[in-house]
Each structure stands twice: as C-alpha cells, then as structure tokens.
C-alpha cells in the first residue's frame, strides 16, 4: 500500500515570500501521478498541480512548482509571490494509475501573513 | 462543483440513527469514491465504485454501505451511526481523459455530527 507523509504540520509566509511544502511517499510502483490539492477553509477542494511520473520535468503552473525528486521519493511544493489568498491546508496526494484512488498526506496549514 | 452534486451539506444525526449520503454526477463518468476527513488529517478513502452495480472496499470501510445501482449515483449509507463517525465526507469523481489536466472533481463535502 502506498503513504503520503506531510512533516511540516502548519507553515506561515509574509506576503510576496516563498514558501516550500514538503511531501515524502512510499510505494513500489514506477509509473504514478502525485498531486498538490488546496483546501480552503470553504472545504473545496481544488488542484494546484499535477506531476506524472514519467515526465522528468518539473511542472509549473504560474506561482506554483514542484521539485519532484523521484529516487528519493519526495515532491515538494514551492509557492511564490505569496498571496493572502493562498492561506489554506495543502494536501499532496498520490495515485498509482490515471484515474485511481487518491492517498493523501496529512496536510499542511499554510498561513500567509500581510 | 460543476458536475457533482453532494446531499445533504449538513446533517446532525443520534448515535444509532441511520443515514444515507448521496453523490450525483451529471456526467458519465465510470469511478466514483467517497473519502471522510477527520480534523487534522488528510482524506481517507471509505469505499468506491468502477462503475454501474460495482463497489469496492477502502481503507476505512467498517460502519459504512454503498450502493451504485445507477451510474449517475453512488450512494454512502451509515447504518447505525457512531460518534466515532462524525467527519466531513466528500464524493470525488474520477474523469481522466488524455489532455485532461485535472482527472478528479470533488463535491463540496458533507459536514456529519453524530451526537
């Protein structure tokens, strides 16, 4: 069975810094997709970032990016340019096939200071 | 969200009473989950369904039913309810398709206290 495990429990940022997010996971899969997942405090749940396996490039998507280190099985989030609205929990979240069930971390608070 | 609907929001229930949860896709879409998040925690996966007539069991599948006797639904029941049972529960569907960047759309979650 795979696990996610999320260390840091809470982060806080000032505003227009950076922040990183860890995410550590474990499974013997070689092929697999990891995700960065946002929650509110509205409870939705919205996706941040996508990275596949596969693909050797990290992904980006505007102020967030991932550093995917797949030997050692880790996939961090980087948000920069901080904004108060990224104030939220942060799940990171794997699946070992397109369209199969999500495991998640535990989460990280992430609050994001004026 | 577009596409999934979760009923009820909200709902406060007596230990022992019996409850369903109901996820209604618009779509047609084949796998279809239901997750509890407990504070604190991250979401964990009480059972799922890879289409019409099938279910699966989760990681924390003990207390709970499911049914998905159309594909449009998929259904979460708790049978006798328990304090131990008190969580948010969302519905996820999963709808990857080449190209598709995103693969899943959650419902906006049920808020369940068992009293």
């Known amino acids: 069975a795979q696990t996610v495990t999320q260390s840091q429990p809470e982060m806080s940022v000032q505003e227009a810094e950076t922040v990183t997010l860890s995410c550590t996971y474990d499974?013997?899969?070689?092929?697999?997709?990891l995700f960065w997942y946002k929650q509110p405090p509205s409870r939705q749940m919205i996706l941040v970032i996508r990275?596949?396996?596969?693909?050797?490039q990290n992904a980006t998507e505007n102020r967030f990016s991932v550093n995917f280190q797949k030997a050692a099985k880790s996939f961090s989030l980087k948000i920069s340019d901080s904004q108060l609205g990224d104030t939220a929990m942060y799940f990171c979240?794997?699946?070992?096939?397109?369209?199969?069930?999500?495991?998640f971390g535990g989460g990280t608070r992430v609050l994001v200071k004026p | 969200n577009a596409g999934v609907t979760q009923t009820p929001k909200f709902r406060v229930l007596k230990t022992g009473q019996s409850m369903t949860l109901l996820c209604a896709q618009d779509m047609n879409h084949e796998y279809m989950y239901w997750y509890r998040q407990d504070p604190g925690m991250g979401l964990r996966l009480i059972h799922y369904s890879v289409g019409e007539g099938t279910t699966a069991k989760g990681e924390v599948p003990d207390g709970y039913n499911v049914s998905r006797l159309k594909k449009q639904n998929f259904l979460l029941g708790l049978e006798s309810a328990a304090p131990s049972q008190t969580s948010v529960y969302f519905c996820?569907?999963?709808?990857?398709?080449?190209?598709?960047?995103?693969?899943?759309?959650f419902g906006s979650g049920t808020r369940l206290t068992v009293v």
């Open positions: 990275q596949e396996a596969y693909k050797q």
């Open positions: 499974t013997s899969e070689n092929n697999y997709y």
């Open positions: 996820d569907i999963s709808h990857w398709t080449p190209g598709n960047p995103y693969g899943y759309t």
């Open positions: 979240a794997f699946s070992k096939a397109a369209g199969n069930k999500l495991t």
